[in-house]
Each structure stands twice: as C-alpha cells, then as structure tokens.
C-alpha cells in the first residue's frame, strides 16, 4: 500500500493528479500485475486489522498487486525512493499490509494536554527528534494548518439590522457551497437540488462582499459588507483530536526499510522523554510499543486465572500435590523446542505465537496426565514401583506418539500462511521436543519425587503412592 499526504487543504485534484502519475509509475514495474486507488479518504475496510485515514482532499492510498509476495521488498524500496524523489512536498508512506494486531504508524509518542498550541509545539519537536534519528513518514495525526477566510462582524451595525452572526454565517455557505431546495427523485436515487452561484463568483474572494443578506428590520436584502468590516486570512486547526475529552496529538514516524523499529525506538525515546513538559500535559507512548505494553498488561490480567484453573483441575484430579507438581515442571520443556524453531525458522514471537505457547501448555499437561495416570494404576495394582514407572513410559509412547503426530501434521499446511505461520511452527518444534522430553523427564522426576528405589514394591492402593521407610 502507498499513503500519500499533501498539506491539509490541498485542492482533491492535485492530489488526483500525483496519485494517477504515481499509480502509472507502479503498474510499469516488473512483478506489478495492478493498482487500485482511492483520493480523498482510505479505502473500505477489506480485512480487520485494517484502519483507513480520515477523509480529507490531501490524502490519497493507493494499493498494488503483485505476483509474489517476496517482490514486496524490492517494490517498497522502489516506490519509495521514486516518491521521495519526485514528490518532496509530500509525506509518503510505502508499507505491507499488517497481518495481526497493529496498523498505523510504527513509532507513536501521544501528548495530552489544554492548549493546542502547546501541544502543537511538542509534537513539532517530537517530529524533529525522528527525523534526527533518521526515521521516515514523520507527521502528526492533527496534520497542519490550513488558511481560512474569517469574516469579522460589526456586531453595532449587525444589531441595528437585526443580524446574528447565525445568518450572516448561512449566508456565507449558500454562496459557497450553496442551499438545498428539495429533492428530485431520479429511479431510485434521491438527488438533492442546490441552488448556488456559478463558480466564477464563487471563485472570486471579491464578490463576498456583495452577498445579500435577508434583514427583516430593513425588510429586504442588505449586502454582506455593511455588517461584515473586513475578511481577514487566518491560520486555524483543520482538525482537532480529543480522547476521554481531553485534547491529545500523536507524532508518528516508521522506521527506514534496513531499520528495525525497535532500534528506532531505543534511539527516540530517551530524548522525547527528556522533553519538559509543562503542568497538566503527559506523555503516552502508542504504535508497537504502546500497543504492546496493552497487549502485554491484558494478558497479565487474564493468565493466572487461566493457570490458576488449569492447576486446581490438575489438584483436583490427583487429589495430591506431588503429582501436579511434577507436570507443571515439564511444561517450560516445551519453550526448549519453541525458541529454536522460531531462531531456525527466522519467525519473529508474535500475537499467533504466543497464542501457540498458550494452546501448547494445554498439551502438555494432557500428555502428563496421561503418563502419570498410568503409572498411579500400575502401582496401585501392586506392581514394582520402579518396574511400574518405566513400563508406563513404554506403554504411553504409542497413544502419546500418535497424538503428537496428528496435531503436528494438522498444522504443518499452516506453515506456508503468513498468519498462521508462528502458531504453526511453535506447536510443531515445541510439541515434539517436549514430548520426547516428556517421556524421559516424567518418569524421572516421578521416581524423585516418590523415592522410588529399584526393589520396592508399591504397599496400598491409591493414587499417591507411599515413599517406603
């Protein structure tokens, strides 16, 4: 996807023009089979994790096809270079498509705070120290400032007509943008009907002076410029962002494509950090970093009731502490074959990995309980307790075996999807290399833990054998 911004309040054909030359630049390139554009806003949300920008005339996205994901590289570079080049006055943006929780830009620092000129100023430093550090895509979700007509009223003369300044504003607008005088119904669309001057007049800053103005104390139509003493050309906000109803600006950059955004981050945000500011404003990181630390602190709320019920089942089952204890040591073995399958594989620990290690505690424990079951029931049968401890192993290696060998081979068609493809790798490294670790370190630890010693015989039956004297 290519995001292209122009300063706000660009005319929307302008920006019509860049995008349609840079559309053409795109389609000529080897590995592009076409582009789709949209000006004015983003396009429709196509898939969740998508956010589309703002409607506004000095934005544009365009989206490009390719026939191989891995010309996406090569192709970002490109056009990335060729926007910098040839379009200097606008801030580009040349990205892949987000599969997971994310979108937007990858480094955010977010003020709060009363003035917005304030917060303007600390977003305009912020921007500095990105591009110090040599980020790209530098610019803020309030975008920049436009310049606006404002008419100043002589509210003496306005009162004396009979004027407020509600009419003299809608009066303004019916000359600019015109006034509905009904609908007309074409089929089965309803087409509004908008009476307003041709657009010479409308183009021509001298001609405000003459609109008329309905006043019912003159009974009749007075010109704009009796009540209106100048037009003064100002520089205002085009848009203002507020969160919990408190004004909030975001400074966002991305990282150079040969730049990890974490490296980016390290370098930023001690000097952001170190910006003063004043009482009553705040700092708050967002992007990836942000976004994590949400991320992060979710899961810290949820998991230990997770683990928590995972555990007293276990408890519950044995009714004994010896046995739970035992597989929830075997459970980190599986992080032993998860890491070096992501280091092999070049997969980072993203949201589906994570997701994998979760689904994959599960796992294990189901193989445990297996295995420690069977060899409470041999030894509560009266066989040798060291004999009952390595035929259970023997005899579990088979169901145990077959289980694993189904799960990995459900997931391995998942290995050629970007998505699912850390889910997958993780089940299938940290599944197998705990398994086989399962088998050899149960029966170990069971042995330990219960002081089973060569020549002793399990006495009463029960589930939770008794160590002998």
């Known amino acids: 996807m290519i995001d292209y911004f122009l300063p706000e309040g660009t005319d929307i054909d302008a920006t019509t ?26 396009h429709q949300r196509f898939m969740l994790v998508y956010n589309f920008e703002d409607a506004t005339s000095g934005y544009g996205q365009i989206l490009v096809d390719v026939e191989d ?16 080049e040839n379009y200097p006055q606008s801030g580009s943006k040349v990205w892949r498509f987000v599969l997971g929780p994310g979108g937007g830009a990858r480094i955010e620092a977010r003020f709060f705070g009363p003035d917005p000129a304030v917060l303007r100023d600390l977003s305009e430093r912020t921007k500095a120290i990105y591009a110090e550090a040599g980020a790209v895509a530098i610019k803020d979700d309030w975008r920049e400032q436009i310049r606006v007509i404002r008419p ?13 300044q509600g009419e003299i504003t809608q009066a303004l607008y019916c000359h600019l943008s015109g006034a509905n005088l009904g609908v007309y119904r074409e089929g089965d669309a309803l087409l509004d009907i908008v009476m307003r001057p041709v657009e010479s007049a409308r183009d021509n800053v001298g001609e405000l002076r003459d609109i008329q103005v309905f006043s019912q104390v003159a009974g009749g139509y007075v010109p704009i410029g009796q009540v209106v003493d100048r037009f003064d050309v100002v520089f205002e906000a085009g ?60 899961l810290a709320a949820t998991m230990p009731l997770g683990f928590g019920a995972m555990v007293l089942v276990v408890i519950f089952l044995f009714n004994a502490w010896r046995q739970p204890l035992i597989i929830w040591l075997t459970v980190p073995l599986a992080l032993i074959g998860v890491i070096y399958g992501l280091a092999f594989s070049q997969t980072p620990l993203e949201f589906m990995a994570i997701l994998g ?113």
């Open 17 to 42: 023009r860049d995008l349609l030359e840079i559309g053409e630049f795109a389609r000529d390139l080897p590995g592009v089979t076409g582009t789709n554009a949209v000006v004015g806003g983003g």
């Open 69 to 84: 994901w891995h010309q996406i590289a090569d192709l970002r570079e490109i056009l990335g270079d060729h926007l910098a």
């Open 152 to 164: 100043v009223i002589d509210t003496a003369t306005a009162r004396r007509l009979g004027l407020t």
């Open 239 to 298: 848009v203002l962002r507020r969160i919990d109803r408190q004004l909030a600006i975001t400074a966002q950059a991305d990282p150079a494509p040969s730049v990890l955004s974490g490296d980016l981050f390290e370098a930023i945000r001690g000097p952001v950090e170190a910006l003063p500011l004043p009482p009553g404003y705040s700092l708050e990181w967002k992007g990836e970093y942000g976004n994590s630390q949400e991320a992060n602190a979710g």
């Open 357 to 469: 290690i979760l689904s994959l505690t599960g796992m294990l424990i189901k193989n445990a309980i297996v295995l420690i079951d069977e060899t409470d029931t041999q030894i509560a049968d009266g066989k040798p307790r060291m004999a009952a401890v390595t035929d259970a192993a023997v005899s579990r290696v088979r169901p145990v075996s077959l289980g694993v060998l189904t799960t990995v081979l459900g997931v391995v068609p998942l290995l050629w999807d970007p998505f699912f493809k850390s889910l997958a790798i993780v089940i299938i490294c940290g599944l197998s290399f705990a398994t086989i670790l399962t088998l050899i370190v149960v029966p170990v630890l069971y042995a330990i833990f219960f002081r089973i010693g060569r020549d002793e015989r399990g006495g009463a039956a029960g589930p939770e054998p008794v160590p002998a004297e």
